[in-house]
Structure formats: C-alpha cells, structure tokens
C-alpha cells in the first residue's frame, strides 16, 4: 500500500475511535462525572463546605480538566450508588470482598480505627465491652473498619446492640445521654473531642489492627477499566508529589499527617 493510502486508512480508524482512546491514559472528559462527598468530620463538613475530601475532589478536577459534580449523600447511599452505576466516584472508602465485586480503588491514606467508650461503662479492654450485653454500641450504617472492629461491630449487630445514626453528630450526641456507651472513631473524627463534655466523660482504647487503607472509590458499572486506571494514576500522581501530605498537613500536626499519607 503507498504511503497516501496507508494515511487515509489510519485516519479512517482514528475517526471510528472515541475521545477517550485518543487520550488513552488519561481522563475521559466527554461527558459530566459525579464524585459524591459525605458530611463527616475533617472529610467534609456541610456547614462550611470544607474539608479533606473537598480538597481532593477539587484537585482531580485541576487535574482532569473534567467537569464533576460533588453531591453530598449518606454514606449508605454512596455505596449503592456506586454498585449501580448511579455514580462514578467517591472519596475516603476501604475495600472488602463484597466492594471489590463493584468498586475500584485509589489508595491515598491509611490510617487504624479506636473505641470512643464511656468511662462510666466499666470497660478497660474492648473484650470488656463486647462480653456486658448491657452495653450498646453507636454506629452509621454502612460503614467498616478493620478485622478486628468489623467483627466486634457484626457480632453486636448479631445481638441487637447498636443503635444507628446518620452523622457523627447525632451519635456523640447519644452517647453523652448514655443511649450508647461507646462508637468507633478514627483520627478524622478528632476535633469533636476536643470538647470538654466529651473529653471528660470518655476514654479511647486501640483496636490491634494494622492500618486500614482508604482512597478514591471508582464505579465498575459507570467507568471501564481504562478510566479506572487514568483516575487513579491521577492520585498516584497527587501522593508521589507530596500534594496528598500537603492537604493532609492543613488538618493534622505534620507527623501525623506523614505517616497517614506515607505507607
């Protein structure tokens, strides 16, 4: 075949190829994307429109040049939309078997999990708790942890011995009226015990589990395997150059916010 004919046929087939396989790599922004926050703690907070994950969702939209809208939705929601295609991405989520079936995942922190607990409960080990059936553990729904946590909060479940909210707030608020005795809490959730009521009426016990690692959650249904991909070199890209530490650093002591974004 001459050269002109070669020319015509490889610029017939780059006319059938979609945007995307043009920009193979990098991220498709043909159509508007959705990437859901939820209000918890330093993650986002809906009162003043802050937070870790904003910080990141608005960095993959400098990066990506895509449009992305940034809905706030329970958390519970977030992973059934995910599983149905109803959503492309999400931030801060931790994978187990069942999330792996539906979801991809961007690691960009990893951090352990700890039992907020009454004082007045009568608790010195997480043993203590899990063994005085009296005790009640507040919890959202939908959320996991690590080994150790997930089994104590699924054998509670088992007995009927949590009682659900939808937001931080609502369940430090029943734990200081003694409605439950303890909740699990991570280093996100630090600033509201900073408060003196719950400071002085609780204590923190560490759960043995390594550090959980938590990322950038991508929908299998609504994103194919090479967009997965070109998002999460996007994050990649934000941990090698230190952006990642650098947002963690405006919420944390320096030390901490290196070894949670450092692993």
């Known amino acids: 075949m001459c050269i ?25 922004c043909s159509r508007p994307l959705s990437l859901a926050l939820h209000d918890h703690g330093l993650l986002y907070s809906v009162q003043t429109g802050e937070g870790i994950d904003k ?48 979801a991809s995942f961007a690691w960009y922190v990893s951090n352990k ?32 942890y690590g080994p150790s946590a997930n089994r104590m909060v699924d054998a509670l479940e088992a007995q009927s011995r949590i009682r659900y909210g939808t937001q931080l707030d609502s369940l430090y608020a029943i734990l200081l009226d003694n409605q439950v005795q303890a909740m699990i809490i991570e280093p996100f959730d630090y600033p509201t015990l900073e408060g003196a009521a719950l400071r002085a009426q609780t204590q923190i016990l560490e759960f043995e589990d390594p550090a959980i690692p938590h990322g950038l959650i991508m929908s299998k249904r609504s994103l194919p395997a090479e967009q997965r991909q070109a998002w999460a070199g996007l994050i990649d890209q934000m941990r090698s150059d230190g952006t990642i530490q650098r947002i963690f650093e405006k919420y944390f002591a320096p030390a901490l916010a290196r070894t949670m974004t450092q692993f």
């Not at 004919?5 to 990098?26: C, N």
């Open 113 to 144: 999990y700890y039992l907020l607990v009454r004082k007045d409960a009568g608790v010195q080990r997480l043993a203590d708790f899990e063994n005085n059936p009296a005790l009640k553990l507040g919890a959202i729904r939908s959320f996991r």
């Open 4 to 28: 002109v004919g070669r020319l015509l046929l490889w610029l017939s087939i780059g006319l059938m190829l979609s945007p995307a396989a043009w920009a193979a790599g990098k991220p498709d």
């Open 55 to 102: 910080d990141i969702a608005d960095e993959l939209i400098r990066r990506s040049g895509c449009k992305l809208s940034l809905p706030v939705v329970p958390r519970a929601r977030i992973w059934q939309l995910i599983e149905s295609g109803g959503l492309d991405f999400s931030l801060s989520g931790i994978s187990n078997p069942a999330r792996e079936g539906f």
